[in-house]
């Protein structure tokens, strides 16, 4: 998917309804943000944490992965 980052699912907690994704550096591990369901949105949405810094090629592999988990929610 991306040279750079890699998006992994954790497990969900109780009474968690919708997957929760971690986005980390594929390079060292270094957790970048979170990709989570945003009820008020009615859309999956990303968090990034703070201080962390994100080029073109970054911000389209996310893009990209929550436009997927839209499609994947609507089927």
Do not use: Q
């Not at 949405?45 to 389209?60: A, Q, S």
């Amino acid at each position: 998917m991306s040279k750079y980052v890699e998006f992994v699912k954790e497990e969900r907690s109780a009474g968690r309804k919708t997957d929760l994704y971690i986005i980390k550096n594929k390079v060292n591990g270094a957790e970048l943000g979170l990709i989570h369901w945003h009820g008020g949105l009615r859309k999956y949405v990303f968090r990034p944490f703070d201080n962390i810094v994100f080029d073109t090629d970054c911000l389209t592999a996310i893009a990209e992965f929550l436009n997927n988990l839209m499609v994947e929610r609507k089927i």
